[in-house]
Each structure stands twice: as C-alpha cells, then as structure tokens.
C-alpha cells in the first residue's frame, strides 16, 4: 500500500505498517488545532466552564499512553495476527472506487458490534470506561482512551473483514478514518444538524446521547460514522433532554493509572471474590451494572453513584425496529 519513499514507516512499523495509528498520530496537529477552535467558539458563548485544565490534560495524557500502546501493540502481535488472517483469506476483494464504500460500511458495521461489547461485557468494558468517565464534553474528550484497548482483544471484531479479503492495510485504514471522523462529534459547539443528517450519520447532538448516563441515554448511539445500524439493532435514542455526561458509577480522579485501571483491578477483585466459581467468572462476560448474589461490587477508588442502573437490554432485528422516519 505504501511508495517506495515511504519506507521510513516500515522501518518504524515493520513490514505490517499499523495504518490506523499513522493516520491518527498524522491527525494530531489538526484535533489539537480544532480543539483551540473550539474552545474559542465555547468562550465567546459563555461556556467555557466545559474546558476544565485537569480535565484536558487527563484526556490529552490518556490519547498519548492509548497511541503508543496501540503501536507497540501492533509491533508485537497484532500486525503479525491480521497477516496470518489475511494468507487464509476466503477471497480477494480489490480495492478501487467501486468497492471502497462497500468495504469502509463493512468496517463500520465491525465498528458498532465492538462498541456495543464494549459497553454490554465487563472484559471490554474495562477498557472503554476511560471513554466515558469524563464529566464534560469537547473534543479532548475523544482522545479520553485506554491503555487497555490495545491488550483486551478488541481486534478481533475487524478481522472478518481480513478473512473475507480485504487487505489489513485496508481495514485498518477505513477504521482510522471512522475513528478521526468521530474526534468532531464530541462537542457541544454544535446543535442538531438537518434531520436527513441525524438519521443517517452519527452527529454531535446523536453522539452526547451516547455519552451521557442519563437512563433512557445508557447503552444507545454506538456509531461510529453512521447511525443507521443503530436505528436497525433498537438501540438509538434521540437528544430530547439535557446530558449528564460520566458513568453511574463515577470515579473521582483525575490520575492517569487511575483513569486506565480502576475498572480493570475491580473486575479482577469481584471475580477473586469468595463465591461459587460458575458465578465468579460470569463477571468477564456478563454486563458492567450485572450482580451476583450475596456479593457487593468491588471499588477500589472513591466513587460517587450518580443515577440509576442501566435498563435491560433488548435486541431487535430491523424488521421490528419501529420506523424513526420523521423522528430524527
């Protein structure tokens, strides 16, 4: 994929360049621009409350650790994981201007089943928390990421596409351009956009839904460019009430191994916990607000419980999701 006078990037990266995170370090300059941007806008308005020093550095310091242990990831299993998949591939699917589009839903298809994992089982959940634990919203928020994304096993929700045939490259490209895409809807700059736009693509207004732990926003909007999927699988909610940004059960820190293991060491303290050993290991795969009898959740760290706990979830195929037409 790479010219010949791009070679400095595999003697960085190896002979699997993690395209992902060049395209993400490569946006850099641009998020941290739009980010003074933005808090320009928000001060003229009079909001410039949602810009908190100790919040900023937490999220730029968390974007930091997540980018270097995503490429080190990468260097060390990763890259040579999606090669492998890639030998035994079921087909080759070429990469032109007819297939890009097809191929860049499909990463974003991967994209929302990760991200509904990540918020409906524990093991994952332990490395999304980061996300979502910030109590404002701008766009240092989208940098708000964990160390443990790169060593949870995340990447296997993007190798069905290696296995159909796309190349990794490929694959790992689409999904930084989805990943840079959302830097932009973590913001509260903008308002809704025109009702065609809020239906099809994740927008500012769909994605504070999904960062607030308002009840009826737990667990909806988890797009990544698009919204539709949402609308299909029953779980979009529209913007109707103001968002309280965080997680129910808030963690009070500001501390950088805090921010990335408080979820992680708890989790592993609730399973060691003295139980039936059936119960105990449910904690891995069952989802963050599950309880098991006679067991009170482990928190290491201080805590403050901010709202009730998540609704059950339901799923829905598309053809019984109500239709939204009208409602956007």
């Known amino acids: 994929m790479a010219p010949d006078n791009w070679q400095w990037l595999h003697s960085l990266f190896g002979s699997d360049v993690d395209w992902k995170q060049v395209f993400l370090i490569g946006m850099t300059p641009i998020f941290l621009i739009a980010l003074v941007l933005e808090f320009g806008v928000q001060k003229k308005r009079g909001r410039g409350d949602q810009f908190p020093l100790k919040e900023i550095v937490a999220n730029l310091s968390l974007g930091a650790g997540y980018q270097i242990a995503e490429a080190l990831m990468w260097l060390a299993i990763n890259g040579a994981i ?28 991967c994209y929302y089943w990760f991200h509904r994992s990540s918020h409906r089982i524990r093991w994952f959940w332990a490395a999304h928390v980061p996300h979502h634990s910030g109590e404002v919203m701008n766009f240092s928020t989208a940098m708000r990421q964990s160390l443990l994304n790169a060593f949870v096993g995340i990447y296997v929700f993007y190798l069905p596409p290696v296995v159909l ?13 989805d990943l840079a895409y959302q830097y932009f809807v973590h913001t509260e700059s903008v308002g809704r956009l025109p009702a065609w ?10 994605h504070r839904v999904h960062h607030g732990r308002n009840a009826r926003y737990i667990d909806k909007n988890y797009g990544g460019v698009l919204i539709i999927f949402d609308r299909w699988f029953g779980t979009w909610e529209a913007e109707t009430e103001a968002v309280d940004y965080g997680i129910p059960s808030q963690i009070k820190s500001y ?5 990335n293991l408080h979820e992680f060491v708890d989790l592993w303290r609730d399973v060691l916990a003295p ?9 891995f795969w069952m989802p963050p607000d599950w309880r098991r009898d006679q067991h009170a959740p482990v928190h290491t760290w201080t805590v403050e419980e901010k709202t009730s706990p998540r609704p059950a979830e339901s799923v829905q195929t598309p053809a019984a999701v109500p239709s939204t037409a009208g409602r956007a």
Request: net charge neutral; hydrophobic share 55%; glycine share 4%.
């Open 255 to 259: 501390n950088f191994l805090v921010l």
């Open 165 to 177: 045939g796309v190349p990794p490259a490929v694959v790992m490209f689409c999904l930084a351009v």
């Open 82 to 109: 999606f090669a492998w998949v890639y030998q035994h591939r079921l087909f080759d699917i070429p990469v032109n201007g007819w297939t890009i589009l097809p191929i860049f839903v499909l990463v974003e298809f």
């Open 197 to 206: 736009c809020e239906y099809i693509f994740n927008t500012p207004s769909n």
């Open 275 to 283: 139980g039936p050993l059936a119960q105990r290991l449910k904690h």
